[in-house]
Antibody, heavy 123, light 112 residues
């Protein structure tokens, strides 16, 4: 079955970087995109950006531009999200999700989602 | 403030029907972009519930239905069950923002 399995929880100090992985299985990785969505404690969902596993094109949320990088390794069907210069308000559960198309259009949805990775930023 | 507006909470008794609204604008829902809905049970990842405004993925009961009109969309749940108690989020695309994928703020459904 289609599945996304994320790396484990992380604790980081302010100013550090974190890299979360998302390993896909059960489908042709390069036929879709991967999006990253985060959820701060008790809050709603915030879209961070996406990457096409087909051609590597990316699109990041403006508020994260310059701090986030999304990459893929097609040889292992794994997507990565790196967030730099961490602040306390970056504390959240980070989800990867398969995007319904290999290119970013106005009609994409997310299915399935990974199990989430808790990133805690604390001094 | 979310680009898509949802009521913070709704409630209903078992067996009843509830609806959750998702209001956008002319740069997202009103521009013709699709609306999708997700269910998030406590402590779990979101799950796709409705895609393309009104389509149910395999395995989603037909008690769940979606619709869209103008700058708004709605999720309806009939025959409420205790296991429907969860957070529900709408999602669409916005052509005027840099964060092109937008979510509603979420609605907590309580089954009384």
């Amino acid at each position: 079955q289609v599945q996304l399995v994320q790396s484990g929880a992380e604790v980081k100090k302010p100013g550090a970087s974190v890299k979360v992985s998302c390993k896909a299985s059960g489908y042709t990785f390069t036929s879709y995109g991967i999006s990253w969505v985060r959820q701060a404690p008790g809050q709603g969902l915030e879209w961070m950006g996406w990457i096409s596993a087909y051609n590597g094109n990316t699109n990041y949320a403006q508020k994260l531009q310059g701090r986030v990088t999304m990459t893929t390794d097609t040889s292992t069907s794994t997507a990565y999200m790196e967030l730099r210069s961490l602040r306390s308000d970056d504390t959240a559960v980070y989800y990867c999700a398969r995007v319904s198309a290999p290119i970013l259009t106005g009609y994409i949805w997310f299915d399935p989602w990974g199990q989430g990775t808790l990133v805690t930023v604390s001094s | 403030q979310s680009v898509l507006t949802q009521p913070p909470s709704v409630s209903g008794a078992p067996g009843q029907r509830v609806t959750i609204s998702c209001t956008g604008s002319s740069s997202n829902i009103g521009a013709g972009y699709d609306v999708h809905w997700y269910q998030q049970l406590p402590g779990t990842a979101p799950k796709l519930l409705i895609y393309g405004n009104s389509n149910r993925p395999s395995g989603v009961p037909d008690r769940f239905s979606g619709s869209k009109s103008g700058t708004s969309a709605s999720l309806a749940i009939t025959g409420l069950q205790a296991e429907d108690e969860a957070d529900y989020y709408c999602q669409s695309y916005d052509s005027s923002l840099s964060a092109v994928v937008v979510f509603g703020g979420g609605t907590k459904l309580t089954v009384l």
